[in-house]
């Protein structure tokens, strides 16, 4: 029996999950994930940082260059390239390394705040994890089914702050502290989602009626998107049950005797 090709081989490894080799490749990687957020998050702890600087600057450079040979890799043995490249999982492993060659360009005094910033993107790290999480897979295919819903009422959500924030600028005015439209708009938002910072707040007895009225419609619209992301998370779990799916884009919707992704092309998984 021929062996297999270098490339056919790799993408077992790397994308197959049901291959002693592949659940040995991704447990490794999970545990490299991990480390590399913890070394990230005792790097912003100034007392830590200060001692022991030189040996996380040196495991961040190794989690750096591990996770761009895993990169280069899917890359490498992926059927499509590109369509793993401009994938959500294809971004997020992009944004994993991206920070630590970002600051060696940004360099000097004068970018440490950029490099801060940089720094920090390396948290994305932890979104390679779903890659790995079949149930988090699942939700995020929900709420990308669900997206227009989620924008429609996010946009309504907008016009009713926009006409309670108007309201209540003319109803309070300058001397309650609306000072403008804009900040009465932000008072509507803080109202609508019941977080109620309680920096403005209405005195006239119209004022504390139209406040009232926006409470009760917050309580009541609250619950829109998560009902909009539970029917879809419903539809997608009853596809995952009786679909397969691609382990090189994450999609599902393939017919039940499909061999290949008719997204992306890649074999699917049995």
């Known amino acids: 029996m021929a062996a297999k090709p270098v490339k056919e081989q790799l993408y077992e490894v790397i994308f197959g999950t049901e291959t002693p080799a592949g659940r040995r490749f991704d447990l490794y990687l999970i545990v490299a994930i991990i480390l590399s957020i913890l070394i990230a998050m005792l790097d912003s702890v100034e007392a830590i940082s200060s001692t022991y600087h030189y040996q996380f600057f040196m ?21 499509k390239p590109g369509s793993y490249a401009r994938s959500f999982f294809g971004i997020v492993d992009l944004l994993a390394i991206l920070p630590s060659y970002l600051a060696l360009i940004f360099s000097g005094s004068s970018f440490l705040v950029i490099i801060r910033l940089l720094r920090v993107l390396r948290i994305f790290r932890i979104l390679k994890l779903m890659r790995y999480l079949r149930d988090a897979n699942v939700l995020w295919r929900s709420m990308l089914s669900s997206r227009r819903k989620i924008f429609v009422f996010f946009c309504s959500v907008l016009v009713l702050a926009t006409i309670f924030g108007s309201l209540m600028y003319v109803v309070e005015g300058v001397e309650s502290g609306f000072t403008s439209i804009p900040q009465s708009i932000y008072w509507a938002i803080v109202t609508i989602t019941t977080v109620g910072y309680g920096d403005i707040t209405p005195h006239t007895v119209v004022g504390q009626m139209l ?23 419903a539809d997608e779990l009853r596809r995952e049950r009786s679909n397969k799916y691609c382990a090189n884009c994450n999609r599902s919707g393939h017919d039940s005797d499909a061999g290949h992704c008719k997204y992306c092309g890649a074999e699917l998984n049995p």
């Open 211 to 233: 406040a009232s009225l926006v409470m009760v419609t917050g309580y009541s619209i609250i619950a829109v998107p998560t009902g909009i992301i539970t029917a879809e998370l």
């Open 59 to 79: 495991l961040e450079w190794f989690f750096t260059l591990l996770f761009t040979l895993e990169y280069g890799a899917r890359l490498y043995c992926s059927p």
